[in-house]
C-alpha cells in the first residue's frame, strides 16, 4: 500500500499551459506539503496545509495555487507554466507540523 | 537566516570502505532528522536524533547528534552499493513550529 501517492510521475508540457498535480495520502496525517527540488537537488518547501488550512504560503509565484479537499489530499495547481518551473515537485506529510514527513515519489514537471 | 551545513556534497568510494557525513549549523536545534533519497524517489526517513550525544544505530549505518544540539554526523561501516544515494538532514525552523528545512544533501556513490 502506497503511503502517500502523487500522480502524474511524469509531466511534460508547453510553456504557458496550465497543469495540475494531485496527492494523497493514507496515513490518517493531519499535516501536507509540497516541496519544489531543483536540478541541484536542493529541497524547499513551498506550501503546507494542516486539517485543509493553509498554514505556509512561502515566497511562491501566486501562479501555483494549492487546493485541499479533505486532509488526505493536497492538490497543486499551476497556471502559465514558465520554463523555470521545470523540477521534481513532491508531496509530503507528517503526523504534526514539522514532524518527520512521509513523502511520494514526485512528479517530474518538464516545460519545453 | 538559519544555514544547515552539509558536507561533503559529493563522496564516491568504494564498496567495503567506511564513510562519514557531516551535518553542522551554528543555531542550536530541539531535534534533526536525516532522510536518504534515491534517484527517482522521494526521500525516506532515517532516524529523528532529539538528546544531544545521542547515538543511534540502523544496521551499519550510526548517527550521532552533537552534544550542543548545533551538529550531527553520519557513519557508514562497510559500504555498500545500496547505499548509494542523496543523504539529507533537517531541522524544524527557528523560531516555528510548522516547517522544517533541509540542508542541500551529500551525494553518496559507492562503486562495485
Known amino acids: 500500500d502506497t503511503a502517500v501517492s502523487q500522480t502524474p510521475k511524469y509531466l511534460v508540457t508547453q510553456m504557458g499551459n496550465d497543469k495540475s498535480i494531485k496527492c494523497e495520502q493514507n496515513l490518517g496525517h493531519d499535516t501536507m506539503y509540497w516541496y519544489k527540488q531543483d536540478s541541484k537537488k536542493f529541497l524547499k518547501i513551498m506550501f503546507s496545509?494542516?486539517?485543509?488550512?493553509?498554514?505556509i504560503n512561502e515566497t511562491v509565484p501566486n501562479r501555483f495555487s494549492p487546493k485541499s479537499p479533505d486532509k488526505a489530499h493536497l492538490n497543486l495547481h499551476i497556471n502559465s507554466l514558465e520554463l523555470g518551473d521545470s523540477a521534481v515537485y513532491f508531496c509530503?506529510?507528517?503526523?504534526?507540523?514539522?514532524?518527520?514527513?512521509?513523502f511520494g515519489d514526485g512528479t517530474r514537471l518538464s516545460i519545453l | 537566516t538559519q544555514l544547515l551545513e552539509q558536507s561533503p556534497q559529493f563522496l564516491s568510494i568504494q564498496e567495503g570502505e567506511n564513510l562519514t557525513v557531516y551535518c553542522n549549523s551554528s543555531s542550536v536545534f530541539s531535534s534533526l532528522q536525516w532522510y536518504r533519497q534515491e534517484p527517482g524517489e522521494g526521500p525516506v526517513l532515517l532516524v529523528t536524533?532529539?538528546?544531544?550525544?545521542e547515538v543511534k544505530k540502523l544496521k551499519r549505518l550510526t548517527f550521532q547528534f552533537g552534544d550542543a544540539r548545533k551538529d550531527s554526523s553520519l557513519h557508514i561501516t562497510a559500504a555498500q552499493t545500496g547505499d548509494t544515494g542523496l543523504y539529507l538532514c533537517?531541522?524544524?525552523?527557528?523560531?516555528?513550529?510548522?516547517?522544517?528545512?533541509f540542508g542541500k544533501g551529500t551525494r553518496l556513490h559507492i562503486l562495485p
Open positions: 536524533v532529539v538528546t544531544g550525544g
Open positions: 496545509y494542516n486539517n485543509k488550512e493553509l498554514i
Open positions: 509530503a506529510s507528517s503526523p504534526r507540523r514539522a514532524s518527520p514527513q512521509h
Open positions: 533537517a531541522v524544524p525552523a527557528k523560531g516555528r513550529d510548522d516547517k522544517i528545512i
